[in-house]
């Protein structure tokens, strides 16, 4: 195969979402009307890539989507925004599906099934002749993820969205260069934030905790700082982590400077709050450069 040149491929979750827009979220053996519903894909990796694309880079996503309904849409959109999907793999197992019930101040519940999907084997793609100049990974793909590092002629820089301590973020969170994590994910690995910084910092080079509206605290060896988030208002946070990951992948495969990437990937993530659904809140180019324009202005 010959080299495909790649700003950044991600490698993971591929899901389709239902997105409801409810009141409240209802309680036990409680009936409630949704006020809107959304269909669209999702998953971390692919929202990642198609946030890359969306902000003018050249994506691939590698993952699996299922012979479905729901895998069909998928890749479909997937294609629309131009992301390079020939590293999907499809199958007789079932498309991820996730429902959402988002309430109006943005907090929402997931429901996720994937029936018997699994991860894909670590042969399952062969990664020989990819030329790309940033990898992200989401952990939900841990043998095939491994496999590509294995596989990689040069080192390139290595991203790990860890939204969650599981098998698959354990796996990759010593490998990676870039450990880019969750709130939910530093408490699940220590008992504070600040903790859990000091501690991830001795696996990875450079460890970011996202904070949420509080923004984000980072270290690169032995220099330690922390983000303010950009002012909006929250609508839906549904896929502002998997903005966030794409635009920072984004970013360092666009050269930017260590400050102008955090600030690059935060307005990706705060974007994506105040619309309704996480595909359909991933930025445009021009979005992306009027909100981080407007933050900066203020900022200064």
């Not at 002749?129 to 990898?135: D, E, P, Q, R, W």
Request: glycine share 10%.
């Amino acid at each position: 195969m010959t080299a495909i040149p790649l700003d950044v491929l991600c490698i993971g979750h591929a899901s389709y979402d239902l997105v409801f827009s409810v009141q409240h979220h209802p309680g036990a053996d409680e009936k409630i009307v949704a006020d809107d519903l959304l269909g669209c894909g999702g998953g971390p990796a692919a929202n990642a890539a198609v946030t890359v694309a969306k902000l003018g880079g050249k994506a691939g996503f590698c993952g699996y989507l299922g012979n479905d309904v729901y895998g069909d849409s998928h890749l479909r959109e997937l294609q629309d925004h131009g992301v390079d999907s020939r590293w999907v793999v499809r199958g007789a197992s079932p498309t991820p599906l996730s429902t959402v019930l988002v309430k109006p101040n943005g907090q929402r519940a997931l429901i996720n099934y994937k029936g018997q999907t699994s991860a894909l084997t670590a042969t399952a793609i062969d990664f020989d002749g990819l030329a790309a100049k940033v990898l992200l990974f989401d952990g939900h793909e841990p043998h095939i993820s491994v496999r590509c590092l294995e596989q990689l002629s040069k080192p390139i820089p290595t991203v790990l969205d860890a939204g969650s301590l599981h098998d698959g973020t354990r796996a990759l969170m010593t490998k990676v260069d870039y450990l880019v994590c969750s709130e939910k994910f530093a408490l699940q690995y220590a008992s504070d934030e600040n903790l859990a910084l000091s501690k991830l910092a001795q696996l990875a080079p450079v460890v970011v905790i996202t904070l949420g509206e509080r923004g984000l605290i980072w270290q690169r060896g032995q220099e330690q700082g922390n983000l303010n988030a950009p002012p909006i208002v929250a609508i839906d946070t549904t896929g502002a982590g998997d903005a966030f990951h794409g635009a920072f992948a984004a970013g360092l495969a666009k050269g930017l400077n260590w400050m102008e990437l955090l600030r690059y990937a935060s307005v990706a993530g705060a974007f994506c709050c105040s619309r309704m659904g996480a595909r359909p809140g991933l930025p445009s180019l021009s979005e992306h450069q009027n909100l981080l324009a407007s933050w900066l202005t203020n900022h200064d």
